[in-house]
C-alpha cells in the first residue's frame, strides 16, 4: 500500500512527460517508502497518452488515467485525487513549474503532522508579466468578496493528508474549484517556499479565456457577493430617488421654486431602483438554493474522543 500518491495531471505534455517521470520518481525513490505516481491524461492529442502508456509498462509504481476528452486541470486533479491511495497525496504539474526536488520538503512537514501543505511561490520565472499581475490582482480580489481566505501566492502544487482528500471526496459539487475547496475544509494548514520555474518544455494551457473561466469559478463557488450587488445598488437608488423627491416636495410646502423635471427624474430612478431591489430579493433565495445545491457538509469532524 502506497504511503504517498502524486497526482499529475497532463494535457498535451509530449515534450515534458519523460523529464516529469524521471525527476518525480527520483525524488520519490530517495523517500524510501512506498509510493505510486498517477498520471491524469486530460485528453491529450499529442503523444502524451503513448508516453505515458510506455512508461508505465516498464513500472508498476506508475498508474495512468486517461480521460474520453479535454476535461479541464481541476477535474484532472480531482481524478487523481479519487483515485489515490496514499497516506499523503501530493498534486503537481507536469510541466516541471514546480519543481519535484520541493516534495520532500512538503513530506516533511506532513510528518510533522500538518494535514495540507501548500507551496508558495517565492518567485516565478518565465511567467509574463501581465499574468503575474492577473494572478496577483484576482486573488487578493477574491480573498476581499469571498468567504474563504484564500493563500496568497499559492497554486495546485501541495501535498494533502488522506484526511484532507477523503474530506474533499465527499463534497458533491460539480465545479470544483479546487484550491478553494481546500482551504474551506479546514484542518491543519501551513507552507513551504519556493521558487516557481519556467516551463520545462511545451506551453501553457491556460489561454486566458480559460484564466476568466477559472477566476469566475473562484468567486461564483466562494461568493455571495455578486448575488447580492443588484439588490444594494437597488436600495441605494430607491433612497436617492426618495430623498430628491421629498427635498421637491418640501420646497414646494414651504413655497419655494421646485422642479418638475426633478421630480419625474426622480420618479424614474424610483422605479429603476425598485426593479433592482426586486432581483436583489430573488437573488436572496438564489443564493440559498445555490448553497443548498452545492451540499457542502455543514461541518466536519477532524478528531472524535470518547464516543
Ligand atoms: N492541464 C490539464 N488540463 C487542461 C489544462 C492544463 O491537465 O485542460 C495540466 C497541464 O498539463 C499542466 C497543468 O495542468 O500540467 C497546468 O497547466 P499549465 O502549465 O498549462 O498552466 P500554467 O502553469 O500556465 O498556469
Ligand atoms: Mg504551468
Not at 519523460?18 to 525527476?23: T, V
Not at 504539474?93 to 501548500?118: C, I, S, T
Not at 507552507?191 to 519556467?198: L, S, W
Amino acid at each position: 500500500m502506497a504511503v504517498y500518491s502524486v497526482v499529475v495531471p497532463l494535457y498535451n505534455e509530449e515534450a515534458v512527460i519523460e523529464e516529469a517521470y524521471a525527476r518525480i520518481s527520483k525524488v520519490m525513490a530517495s523517500m524510501g517508502q512506498p509510493y505510486e505516481i498517477i498520471f491524469v491524461n486530460d485528453g491529450s492529442r499529442d503523444g502524451t497518452m503513448d508516453k505515458a502508456r510506455m512508461l508505465a509498462g516498464n513500472d508498476d509504481k506508475l498508474k495512468v488515467l486517461s480521460f474520453s476528452r479535454n476535461f479541464g486541470h481541476q477535474p484532472a486533479i480531482t481524478a487523481g485525487m479519487d483515485h489515490a491511495r496514499g497516506r499523503a497525496v501530493v498534486v503537481i504539474d507536469g510541466d516541471m513549474q514546480d519543481p519535484p526536488e520541493v516534495m520532500p520538503e512538503l513530506f516533511a512537514k506532513w510528518r510533522e503532522g500538518w494535514q495540507v501543505v501548500y507551496g508558495r511561490r517565492s518567485g516565478r520565472k518565465g511567467e509574463t508579466l501581465f499574468k503575474k499581475l492577473t494572478a496577483r490582482v484576482f486573488y487578493r480580489c477574491l480573498n476581499a468578496v469571498s468567504e474563504i481566505e484564500l493563500p496568497l501566492d499559492t497554486g495546485d502544487f501541495r501535498l494533502l493528508d488522506r484526511q484532507v482528500v477523503d474530506a474533499m471526496k465527499a463534497l458533491p459539487e460539480r465545479n470544483r474549484y479546487v484550491r478553494g475547496l481546500v482551504t474551506w475544509v479546514g484542518f491543519r494548514q501551513t507552507c513551504v517556499e519556493y521558487e516557481r520555474k519556467a516551463r520545462a518544455a511545451g506551453e501553457t494551457k491556460y489561454p486566458l479565456r480559460r484564466m476568466l473561466r477559472l477566476a469566475s469559478d473562484g468567486v461564483t463557488a466562494f461568493s455571495q457577493k455578486p448575488l447580492k450587488a443588484g439588490g444594494i445598488i437597488g436600495t441605494l437608488l430607491c433612497v436617492s430617488a426618495a430623498a430628491v423627491a421629498l427635498t421637491q416636495l418640501a420646497r414646494g410646502l414651504t413655497g419655494r421654486s421646485w422642479s418638475e423635471t426633478a421630480c419625474w427624474a426622480a420618479a424614474i430612478l424610483f422605479a429603476q431602483g425598485l426593479v433592482l431591489l426586486c432581483a436583489g430579493i430573488q437573488n436572496a433565495y438564489l443564493a440559498r438554493v445555490y448553497d443548498e445545491a452545492k451540499a457542502r457538509p455543514n461541518y466536519i469532524v477532524a478528531e472524535k474522543i470518547g464516543f
